[in-house]
């Protein structure tokens, strides 16, 4: 007998899991399982009310988390499509901002460009317009100007609204002028002398008798001054082409709401 306790004791000396730092895998977890039972019935007595708690606590958490951690899983064709495109036109508009800065590769010619969109500003067009105005003394070029002058604040008006609703910058962090404070022409979308010189051309077309040089050089100046913007990385691709879609649209609505040659004599005598 005692030869075989001393085996056995032997044994337990050498087995591995009797070790201090192995007695814990021996042993049953009833601290463990005491927690959860009663961890059970807790949870059982809270009832409806424990619940509720978690799902507001949850949905905190969940309307805390930033916009960055929330991930779209399946987005849509529309979607994929419109950043897509978006991503494409903030590309080619930053290529074609070659004069956004001194340092730009055509940065020299940046003076010169931006003359080119002053011809197509609302100020001098405005003034020029109350100058002829003044100076006309024939009631047909009275009404022509009159109307003229119409379309001109109302293309203000309409692309400062539009400008403070999309509230989007240009491609290049460039600050507006004197001119364009004065005209609340301060956003990128859409490009307000993009839509002005549009419907200043087409309303010249209507109205004027030119020849076919004088129309071709007016269209090319109408597309050289909303490109122009793009140039000195005031606007992207796509505010140019929507203000000339929105000047087009104007001056259809001031070819509907045209003003007879008695009403521009009525506000004529009343200035």
């Known amino acids: 007998m005692p030869a075989s306790q001393a085996r056995s004791r032997a044994r337990d000396r050498n087995n591995v899991l009797n070790r201090a730092e192995f007695l814990s895998l021996n042993q049953p977890l ?4 005491e927690s959860r039972s009663a961890g059970r019935k807790q949870s059982g007595q809270a009832g409806p009310a424990g619940a509720q708690n978690g799902s507001a606590k949850e949905r905190r958490q969940s309307q805390q988390l930033p916009e960055e951690d929330c991930m779209q899983l399946n987005p849509s064709f529309k979607g994929i499509a419109f950043n897509s ?10 290529r074609l901002g070659v004069c956004a800065n001194r340092a730009s590769s055509w940065g020299g010619a940046r003076s010169m460009v931006s ?17 002829c105005l003044v100076k006309s003394s024939t009631l047909a070029g009275q009404e022509v100007l009159m109307n003229l002058l119409l379309a001109l604040l109302l293309d203000i008006m309409i692309v400062a609204g539009l400008q403070k609703l999309a509230k989007r910058k240009g491609p290049y962090d460039v600050t507006p ?30 109205h004027l008798v030119l020849a076919i040089p004088l129309r071709i ?3 090319l100046w109408a597309l050289c001054v909303g490109f122009s913007r793009v140039m ?14 929105f ?4 001056f259809r609505l001031v070819e ?10 009525m506000l004529i005598s009343i200035w």
């Open 256 to 265: 509907l709401i045209w003003m007879s040659s008695n009403t521009c004599q």
């Open 232 to 245: 000195i990385g005031r606007h992207h691709i796509t505010d140019v082409l929507s203000g000339f879609a």
């Open 115 to 131: 003359l080119l969109g002053i011809t197509g500003h609302g100020i001098p067009w405005i003034a020029g317009t109350l100058i």
């Open 177 to 206: 002028g004197l001119l364009d404070y004065l005209t609340m022409d301060t956003y990128a979308f859409p490009a307000g002398h993009a839509s002005r010189v549009a419907m200043l051309s087409k309303f010249l077309l209507n």
């Open 30 to 33: 009833k601290g463990n399982q």
């Open 85 to 94: 495109l978006l991503a494409i036109d903030i590309c080619m508009s930053k």
């Open 247 to 250: 000047g087009y649209l104007q």
């Open 217 to 219: 050089l007016l269209v």
